[in-house]
C-alpha cells in the first residue's frame, strides 16, 4: 500500500535533517529508495525544511488523517519546524525551543524535593563525612569488574527478554546485539536496524555499575527502545503508518519513548527489583546489595529534575560550566568527572534540550501508569505506550 503523499513529505524532510547533522535521524526502517533520493540531492537549506514544516502543517486538516495520526503527524512538524530554524541560526530560548520539541511546558524544580531525597539516602547511606564522598565510595564498591561486564549484560538481557516475551510478545526473529564503546556522552544506545534487530552500544568511559545495569538493560532493550520498536514496527507500520518508520531526535516521539525506557524495569519487574537482581548477581558469583539499591534508587528519584535545572541554569540564566558543574555535584550528588560528563551532554548543540525527555517523560508517564486501578490495568497501560503513536498531549487527556 503506497504511503499517503503528505507522510511520504513529512518523511522526506525529517531524512533531509540528517544532511544537516548526521545522527539527527535516529532510525529509519521506511523504503531505502526514499533515503538514497534524499542522500543523493543537494544539500538543504535549513531555512526551506523550516518552511516545508510549517508547510505541511497547514495541509493536515484537510489530509483526510484519522485524529491520532493527524495529532502526531501535527506536533512532529511543530518540531521540526523549530529544528530548521535553529539550523538557521534563529535566537529560540531554551523553555521555548524544549516546548516545540517535546509538546511540553518546564519550570525550575524545588529544592525542597532535592533535600529531602538527600535527607533520605543519609538514611540509606550512613556515616560520617559528606553524603557526596559516601555516595562515591557505594558507587566505586557498585562498580562492575570491566572483564565481567559483558557477562552481565547477557544475563539481564535473557532474563529481561523472557518477562517480556511472556507479557508482551515480540516477533521470533527479534534480537539485540551489545557492544561496548568509547567517547560518548552517553551511557547507552540503542541503534534500531529494522527487521527486529538492534545493536545496543555501551559506553566504557563511564563506569557501569550493578545497580544501575538492570534499568539500562531495561532501559535500552527489554521492555524499553528495541521492545517499542519491534513492536511498532510490527503493528503500526505493518497497519501503514509508514510515518512511524522515521525517528527523528527532538521530537515529542522521544520524550515519549525516553519516558518508556526509564520506567521499563519498574514496570516488566516492579517492586522488588532489587531482590530479583541480587539473585542475578549471586548467580553470577557477585556480591550485590537488592535492598539497598532499590532503596537509593527510590530516593534518588527525588533527584530527578537536577539535570534539567541545570540545563536550565546552563541556556537560560547564562551560567558558566563551572557553576553549572558545582550545581551538579551539589544536588545530583555527581563526582566532578560525572558532572563534566553531564556538561557534555547538556552543551551539545544537538543533544542540548534532549535532558528534558527523560525528566519530563518520567513525570508524564509515570503519573499516568501510577493512576492504573491495579497491576492488570498498569500493564496494560504499559502495552499502549509500546503499541500506540500516542503524543505528550494525548497522554495529559487521558484519565
Known amino acids: 500500500m503506497a504511503a499517503h503523499p503528505l507522510v511520504t513529505e513529512y518523511l522526506r524532510l525529517g531524512l533531509a535533517f540528517d544532511r544537516l547533522e548526521e545522527g539527527f535521524v535516529d532510525a529509519f526502517t521506511g523504503d531505502p529508495a526514499l533515503r538514497r533520493e534524499i542522500e543523493n540531492a543537494p544539500k538543504p537549506e535549513p531555512r526551506d525544511l523550516a518552511n516545508k514544516a510549517a508547510a505541511l502543517r497547514k495541509e493536515?486538516?484537510?489530509?483526510?488523517?484519522?485524529?491520532?495520526?493527524?495529532?502526531?503527524?501535527?506536533?512532529?512538524?511543530?518540531?521540526?519546524?523549530?529544528?530548521?530554524?535553529?539550523?538557521?541560526?534563529?535566537?529560540?530560548?531554551?523553555?521555548?525551543?524544549?516546548?516545540?520539541?517535546?509538546?511540553?511546558?518546564?519550570?525550575?524544580?524545588?529544592?525542597?524535593?532535592?533535600?529531602?531525597?538527600?535527607?533520605?539516602?543519609?538514611?540509606?547511606l550512613p556515616g560520617d563525612g559528606p553524603l557526596l564522598d559516601r555516595m562515591t565510595a557505594h558507587r566505586r564498591g557498585d562498580e562492575i569488574p570491566p572483564e565481567r561486564l559483558r557477562e552481565c549484560v547477557d544475563a539481564f538481557s535473557s532474563a529481561l527478554r523472557d518477562l517480556v516475551r511472556q507479557r508482551y510478545p515480540l516477533p521470533e526473529t527479534e534480537q539485540v546485539h551489545y557492544e561496548v564503546v568509547g567517547d560518548k556522552p552517553w551511557s547507552g544506545f540503542n541503534y534500531y536496524l529494522g527487521d527486529y534487530q538492534s545493536k545496543v552500544a555501551i559506553n566504557s568511559d563511564l563506569k557501569q555499575h550493578m545497580s544501575?545495569?538492570?534499568?539500562l538493560i531495561a532501559h535500552e532493550s527489554y521492555p524499553g527502545h528495541h521492545t517499542e520498536h519491534c513492536r511498532k514496527e510490527a503493528g503500526l507500520v505493518g497497519a501503514g503508518q509508514d510515518e512511524q518508520t522515521l525517528f527523528v531526535v527532538n521530537t515529542p516521539q522521544c520524550l515519549m519513548a525516553e519516558g518508556l525506557a526509564d520506567l521499563a524495569l519498574k514496570s516488566i519487574v516492579g517492586p522488588g527489583?532489587?531482590?530479583?537482581?541480587?539473585?542475578?548477581?549471586a548467580d553470577l558469583g557477585l556480591r550485590f546489595d537488592g535492598e539497598r539499591a532499590e532503596r537509593i534508587s527510590t530516593a534518588s528519584a527525588n533527584l530527578l529534575g537536577v539535570r534539567q535545572d541545570a540545563a536550565l541554569l546552563l541556556h537560560d540564566r547564562?551560567?558558566?560550566a563551572d557553576t553549572v558543574a558545582d550545581f551538579l555535584q551539589r544536588w545530583g550528588l555527581t563526582t566532578p568527572d560525572r558532572a563534566r560528563q553531564s556538561l557534555r551532554f547538556l552543551s551539545s548543540p544537538?543533544?542540548?534540550?534532549?535532558?528534558?525527555?527523560?525528566?519530563?517523560g518520567y513525570r508524564?508517564?509515570?503519573?499516568?501508569?501510577?493512576?492504573?486501578?491495579?497491576?492488570?490495568?498498569?500493564?496494560?497501560?504499559?502495552?499502549?505506550?509500546?503499541?500506540?503513536?500516542?503524543?505528550?498531549?494525548?497522554v495529559r487527556r487521558m484519565d
Open 60 to 124: 493536515l486538516p484537510e489530509a483526510g488523517l484519522p485524529e491520532p495520526r493527524t495529532e502526531f503527524l501535527d506536533a512532529h512538524l511543530r518540531a521540526l519546524e523549530c529544528s530548521g530554524r535553529k539550523f538557521a541560526g534563529d535566537d529560540i530560548g531554551f523553555v521555548e525551543e524544549v516546548s516545540a520539541y517535546f509538546d511540553v511546558d518546564i519550570a525550575p524544580g524545588d529544592e525542597d524535593d532535592y533535600r529531602e531525597a538527600h535527607r533520605q539516602l543519609n538514611e540509606v
Open 364 to 394: 508524564l508517564l509515570g503519573d499516568w501508569l501510577n493512576r492504573a486501578a491495579d497491576p492488570e490495568d498498569r500493564s496494560e497501560r504499559f502495552r499502549r505506550l509500546l503499541d500506540e503513536p500516542l503524543t505528550p498531549g494525548a
Open 350 to 360: 544537538l543533544w542540548r534540550a534532549y535532558i528534558s525527555t527523560y525528566v519530563e
Open 318 to 320: 547564562g551560567k558558566d
Open 212 to 215: 544501575m545495569l538492570p534499568h
Open 273 to 281: 527489583w532489587g531482590a530479583w537482581a541480587q539473585e542475578i548477581y
